[in-house]
């Protein structure tokens, strides 16, 4: 089991950056594909990136590609989500999620039914 705690989110203009860390608990974070999630005010929960357990392979969903970058650091059990060009539109509550059933598939899941376990979420707000 892995628990997991996001921080990094904030208010920033349109066109700045934000990094957002997930720390993991447990020794088998390594082993765990791992994504992000977004759910924007008043919108159902979507799909941002996802990392293979070796941090080799990632996944975007089209409208973050180019400006966002899914990293994991394994010896720190901590994943990362580098936001670039910001934009209203990412304006969101940002989750990471751990996949153990994934964890050594090279399928990269990007439903979250495929993740089975959750941050608590944090606030990521563009202004415009």
């Known amino acids: 089991q892995v628990h997991l705690v996001e921080s990094g989110g904030g208010l920033v203009q349109t066109g700045g950056s934000l990094r957002l860390s997930c720390a993991a608990s447990?020794?088998?974070?390594?082993?765990?594909?791992m994504g992000w999630f977004r759910q924007p005010p008043g919108k159902e929960r979507e799909f941002v990136a996802a990392?293979?357990?070796?941090?080799?392979?990632?996944y975007y969903t089209d409208s973050v590609k180019g400006r966002f970058t899914i990293s994991r650091d394994n010896a720190k059990n901590t994943l990362y989500l580098q936001m670039n060009s910001l934009k209203p539109e990412d304006t969101a509550v940002y989750y990471c999620?751990?996949?153990?059933?994934?964890?050594?598939?090279?399928?990269?899941?990007?439903?979250?039914?495929?993740?089975?376990?959750w941050g608590q979420g944090t606030q990521v707000t563009v202004s415009s």
């Open positions: 999620a751990a996949s153990s059933r994934y964890g050594s598939s090279w399928y990269l899941p990007s439903m979250d039914v495929q993740y089975d376990y």
């Open positions: 990392v293979r357990w070796s941090g080799v392979s990632t």
């Open positions: 447990g020794r088998t974070f390594s082993t765990y594909a």
